[in-house]
């Protein structure tokens, strides 16, 4: 595994996390606490630091299940959450950023995760509208000088276009942001990386996989179950045409690579991006998912083979 530095915070992350949105039953598949505690303790032997969840991955859910997985271990892990969606139903949040309900929810993500602090504390997915709510920041501030937080970050939109919040991060006290990021969704270079290079911000690259379409095992034809968020978000249409553009970019994967490793390594590439997040269901696909992190490596040294044709 290879680490680096998370922008302007101290922590020093993997370059692969594990991203944990799967485990809040939101991807047609419900999870059973050992199957958790087999993919994190996977993680941890493949040297995987970092875990990324949200209080809103099935009403705290998926932090639940991380916090028994980590139990014992917490001093090993970077753990990172985010505030501002609420668990409403099955693919519908609340939102809700009122510095005393985001007060209860952290005091709730503590207590769902078994932890008495959180490494870095995420403004989740909201406008400007919602980042600009008063004394919102300033009871954050707080919570990072008690210790209860070390540092904040912002997990941007993924359907926001602005740079607003990426502008105002160090206003806000954030070291990191949190983005879209994909080799079929490359908005965030022309929208957040400039900004996040500029001022030293921490990228984590969420979708890295494009919610699992760069593993090359869907056909234009898959089908989802309606337990699966692949089916509620997305129309047949737009299925398609990501299946069918994965299609067209298997020519840039070298022979005998893992198209989801080469898809990860390819974030990686970027010198803005610190970490990729990658979802995953089995241990085999932590394992996998962690052998890109070897991957970038050697693309860093020969990148052009890999990465003309995408650039």
């Known amino acids: ?39 994190i303790s996977k993680a941890a032997e493949c040297g995987i630091n970092l875990i990324d969840t949200a209080e809103c991955y099935g009403d705290h859910l998926s932090e639940r299940l991380v916090g028994r997985a980590i139990k014992g271990q917490r001093d090993k892990w970077i753990v990172a959450t985010k505030f501002g969606h609420h668990f409403k139903e099955r693919f519908e949040r609340d939102h809700i950023y009122e510095p005393t309900l985001v007060r209860k929810q952290l005091e709730d993500s503590l207590r769902s995760l078994q932890t008495d602090y959180i490494d870095l504390y ?42 607003v919040q990426v ?6 006290g954030a070291g990191a942001i949190q983005v879209v990021y994909n080799r079929l969704q490359r908005q965030a270079e022309d929208q957040f990386f400039d900004g996040a290079v500029r001022d030293y911000l921490g990228v984590l690259a ?43 970019i298997r020519a840039e994967v070298p022979e005998g690579t893992p198209m989801a490793q080469w898809a990860l390594a390819w974030c990686l ?7 990729v997040i990658p979802g995953c269901k089995t241990v085999d696909q932590v394992e996998s998912n962690a052998g890109a992190a070897d991957l970038a490596m050697v693309l860093e040294t020969h990148p052009q083979a890999v990465f003309e044709a995408g650039k």
Request: hydrophobic share 35%.
């Open 1 to 39: 595994m290879k680490y680096r530095g998370l922008g302007r915070t101290d922590l020093h992350v993997s370059v692969v996390g594990v991203g944990t949105w799967q485990l809040g039953g939101e991807w047609g598949k419900t999870f059973e606490q050992v199957e958790v505690d087999a993919m």
């Open 122 to 163: 995420q403004f989740h997915s909201g406008t400007d509208e919602m980042f600009n709510t008063p004394g919102l920041w300033e009871m954050l501030a707080k919570q990072v000088e008690s210790g209860v937080v070390r540092h904040l970050g912002i997990s941007i939109s993924k359907s926001y276009r602005g740079t």
């Open 167 to 172: 502008d105002r991060a160090l206003d806000v």
């Open 206 to 248: 969420r979708v890295p996989l494009a919610s699992g379409f760069l593993s090359g095992k869907y056909a234009p034809d898959a089908q989802f179950s309606e337990t699966d968020v692949r089916t509620a978000w997305h129309s047949e249409r737009q299925r398609r045409t990501q299946a069918e553009q994965v299609m067209q």
């Open 269 to 275: 590439q970027h010198p803005a991006v610190s970490c």
